[in-house]
């Protein structure tokens, strides 16, 4: 048997039990041989569980360690890793649970391991320059209403369906959760690093429309303008100048962009 | 595959040859180490304590940005650091992962490691990860496998490779020499270096029944260039490599004779499960250091190190 024949073949006995190895393999010095061949399987599964459980720790907390194992091992059977770094193994779970059957019914998994896989994502996302306050100091008021912004490109935006933000905090903070529950509308649930660290935050509806606006490179005065559609023309301005600074405060801007000429 | 495999460093790997330019000095002694765990960043970094050298697990920091490799910068900038992979899949009849390679060069590049290691096994096959460092018959064509798979990993890192043994819970019946034999023609057909896991050997050797002294014996002595330490967990008919635990008594016996046979060889002890604060594992290191002076003399460090 070729090299490349024997490692399909011992592959297979990890992945789907298939013990036609065996016939290849010597009984150790005090074990049989199937006994230590089932230390293999026995490292694969546990060790991809805790990879999954490291990567979502509040989903587990969540679930419980039973069913979290359950619901990891399930994942694992489904989606065997294409990627030499475990890092990135457990990317796929928040779509798996969103379209397994078995969770059907509780939507909040699905949006609580996104979330996590978000702030993942943010924790080891590309460095970027921040945008801070000083930044802006030297830019002539006659400017401000044709700057457009970047944001970091660490920051991504969550529309859960779910209370899952609300869970995260409860689980993260090591009080029991309230029960699960669908929201009338979706959140908008911002993720992002700053500094070192990744955090969230959930916009009101004006801070996301403006989220949204930034992104689609309006420029400030754009931003106000909706702004005053609406929420009103009084303090439209103001509402606007005092988002920004708080955008500006916790790094979730990257640039800003000088007029066009 | 392997004739694939075998033609990849066919065009240089030869003296004399333009592409032939691999650093193959040998690396420094460094002294006694840890691998970095992120959960003693913090007693690292605004401590100072008596560690010598770190080993870094290089897809942890395989990562776009962020803290994992600032951190990794402001280590590197106070400590040697060692490049320790887990998922090469040297001995893997799959084709390589140039990105995966292309990765680590660029990781290599930033933190300027003393050397790069990874194990000597494969990972998976057929584009699949099983995120497990597994076994190879000891066979003619395995080593020819291997060997021209280092080939190209060598060129591409431009640097000779360190690999470590592996702990085995297996054995195949085609297995055409013992693993020290398959180890030491792998080193002198390719120049790579050797990370001599000491607990692995205990591991493998009491799995598979034979002598680890043996194993010992059959490795050559010039090629080793780092101890690994670590604790195992006793099942009774077999042990299993769990890294979470401290080292054992018969390791430590183990680690004894290995400096009597290589001489002062950079060490460190590796954990990787229920890591304990920087403050107990010091301890422990510091019985390395103890147990190194006892065999070689207090003198034996620095002779090596200013050699």
Same mark, same amino acid.
């Given at each position: 048997?070729?090299?490349?024949?024997?490692?399909?073949?011992?592959?297979?006995?990890?992945?789907?039990?298939?013990?036609?190895?065996?016939?290849?393999?010597?009984?150790?010095?005090?074990e049989t041989k199937s006994n230590l061949l089932n230390v293999y399987r026995d490292a694969y599964t546990l060790r991809l569980i805790d990879v999954v459980g490291n990567d979502h720790e509040q989903l587990r907390r969540y679930l419980g360690m039973d069913d979290f194992r359950a619901l990891a091992a399930g994942y694992i059977a489904a989606h065997?890793?294409?990627?030499?770094?475990?890092?990135?193994?457990?990317?796929?779970?928040?779509?798996?649970?969103?379209?397994?059957?078995?969770?059907?019914?509780? @939507?909040?998994?699905?949006?609580?391991?996104?979330?996590?896989?978000?702030?993942?994502?943010?924790?080891?996302?590309?460095?970027?320059? *921040?945008?801070?306050?000083?930044?802006?100091?030297?830019? @002539?008021?006659?400017?401000?209403?044709?700057?457009?912004? *970047?944001?970091? @490109?660490?920051?991504?935006?969550?529309?859960?369906?779910?209370?899952?933000?609300?869970?995260?905090?409860?689980?993260?903070?090591?009080?029991?959760?309230?029960?699960?529950?669908?929201?009338?509308?979706?959140?908008?649930?911002?993720?992002?690093?700053?500094?070192?660290?990744?955090?969230?935050?959930?916009?009101? @509806?004006?801070?996301?429309?403006?989220?949204?606006?930034?992104?689609?490179?309006?420029?400030?005065?754009? *931003?106000?303008?909706?702004?005053? *559609?609406?929420?009103?023309?009084?303090?439209?301005?103001?509402?606007?100048?005092?988002?920004?600074?708080?955008?500006?405060?916790?790094?979730?801007?990257?640039?800003?962009?000088?007029?066009?000429? | %595959? &392997?004739?694939?495999?075998?033609?990849?460093?066919?065009?240089?790997?030869?003296?004399?040859?333009?592409?032939?330019?691999?650093?193959?000095?040998?690396?420094?002694?460094?002294?006694?180490?840890?691998?970095?765990?992120?959960?003693?960043?913090?007693?690292?970094?605004?401590?100072?304590?008596?560690?010598?050298?770190?080993?870094?697990?290089?897809?942890?920091? %395989?990562v776009p940005g962020g803290k994992p490799l600032a951190i990794l910068d402001r280590i590197a900038a106070r400590y040697p650091v060692v490049m320790h992979g887990v998922s090469m899949s040297i001995a893997s009849t799959a084709p390589f992962d140039e990105d995966y390679l292309d990765a680590l060069v660029k990781l290599a590049e930033r933190v300027?490691?003393?050397?790069? &290691?990874?194990?000597?096994?494969?990972?998976?096959?057929?584009?699949?990860?099983?995120?497990?460092?597994?076994?190879?018959?000891?066979?003619? #064509?395995?080593?020819?496998?291997?060997?021209?798979?280092?080939?190209?990993?060598? #060129?591409?890192?431009?640097?000779?490779?360190?690999?470590? $043994?592996?702990?085995?819970?297996?054995?195949? $019946?085609? &297995? #055409?020499?013992? #693993?020290?034999?398959?180890?030491?023609?792998? &080193?002198?057909?390719?120049?790579?270096?050797?990370?001599?896991?000491?607990?692995?050997?205990?591991?493998?050797?009491? $799995?598979?029944?034979?002598?680890?002294?043996?194993?010992?014996?059959?490795?050559?002595?010039?090629?080793?260039?780092?101890?690994?330490?670590?604790?195992?967990?006793? %099942?009774? $008919?077999?042990?299993?490599?769990?890294?979470?635990?401290?080292?054992?008594?018969e390791v430590w016996d183990l680690y004894e004779a290995a400096l009597r046979r290589f001489g002062p060889v950079s060490t460190m002890i590796e954990r990787d499960d229920h890591i304990p604060p920087l403050a107990e594992l010091l301890p422990e290191l510091e019985h390395a250091r103890g147990v190194a002076d006892a065999v070689l003399g207090k003198?034996?460090?620095?002779?090596?190190?200013?050699?």
């Amino acid at each position: 048997m070729k090299l490349k024949d024997f490692q399909a073949q011992f592959q297979r006995a990890i992945l789907e039990g298939n013990d036609a190895v065996l016939e290849h393999l010597t009984d150790g010095a005090c074990e049989t041989k199937s006994n230590l061949l089932n230390v293999y399987r026995d490292a694969y599964t546990l060790r991809l569980i805790d990879v999954v459980g490291n990567d979502h720790e509040q989903l587990r907390r969540y679930l419980g360690m039973d069913d979290f194992r359950a619901l990891a091992a399930g994942y694992i059977a489904a989606h065997p890793s294409h990627h030499p770094n475990a890092r990135w193994f457990a990317r796929g779970l928040p779509d798996y649970l969103k379209s397994a059957e078995a969770f059907a019914d509780r @939507p909040e998994l699905a949006e609580l391991a996104a979330l996590e896989r978000a702030l993942n994502d943010a924790f080891d996302a590309e460095d970027a320059c *921040v945008l801070r306050m000083a930044d802006l100091a030297a830019l @002539p008021p006659a400017e401000w209403a044709g700057v457009a912004f *970047v944001r970091h @490109p660490s920051a991504t935006c969550l529309k859960p369906y779910t209370n899952a933000a609300t869970l995260w905090k409860a689980l993260k903070a090591g009080d029991d959760p309230p029960a699960a529950a669908r929201l009338p509308e979706p959140a908008r649930i911002v993720v992002w690093r700053n500094e070192t660290i990744a955090m969230f935050r959930e916009f009101p @509806p004006d801070e996301a429309m403006m989220w949204e606006l930034i992104g689609e490179g309006a420029t400030f005065g754009r *931003v106000c303008e909706m702004m005053a *559609v609406f929420g009103g023309a009084d303090g439209a301005a103001m509402r606007a100048a005092g988002i920004l600074k708080t955008w500006l405060d916790v790094g979730l801007l990257s640039r800003a962009l000088p007029p066009a000429d | %595959m &392997s004739k694939r495999a075998k033609s990849q460093p066919s065009t240089s790997a030869k003296a004399g040859d333009p592409a032939h330019s691999l650093i193959t000095a040998k690396p420094p002694y460094l002294g006694f180490g840890l691998g970095l765990r992120s959960q003693h960043y913090t007693d690292i970094l605004e401590g100072n304590p008596h560690v010598d050298w770190f080993e870094v697990i290089s897809e942890n920091f %395989m990562v776009p940005g962020g803290k994992p490799l600032a951190i990794l910068d402001r280590i590197a900038a106070r400590y040697p650091v060692v490049m320790h992979g887990v998922s090469m899949s040297i001995a893997s009849t799959a084709p390589f992962d140039e990105d995966y390679l292309d990765a680590l060069v660029k990781l290599a590049e930033r933190v300027e490691p003393k050397w790069i &290691s990874d194990h000597l096994c494969w990972t998976g096959v057929h584009g699949v990860n099983l995120h497990d460092l597994l076994p190879i018959p000891y066979t003619r #064509e395995a080593l020819d496998h291997v060997v021209a798979r280092v080939h190209h990993v060598q #060129e591409r890192l431009g640097r000779a490779l360190c690999l470590e $043994n592996v702990s085995t819970y297996v054995q195949f $019946n085609r &297995s #055409e020499m013992p #693993e020290w034999e398959f180890i030491s023609e792998l &080193s002198k057909r390719t120049g790579c270096w050797l990370l001599f896991d000491v607990n692995n050997v205990y591991v493998s050797a009491f $799995n598979h029944g034979y002598d680890p002294f043996a194993f010992l014996g059959g490795i050559p002595a010039d090629r080793v260039i780092q101890f690994h330490l670590a604790g195992h967990s006793d %099942m009774v $008919n077999y042990v299993i490599d769990t890294h979470d635990a401290p080292v054992r008594a018969e390791v430590w016996d183990l680690y004894e004779a290995a400096l009597r046979r290589f001489g002062p060889v950079s060490t460190m002890i590796e954990r990787d499960d229920h890591i304990p604060p920087l403050a107990e594992l010091l301890p422990e290191l510091e019985h390395a250091r103890g147990v190194a002076d006892a065999v070689l003399g207090k003198g034996g460090k620095r002779k090596t190190a200013a050699a």
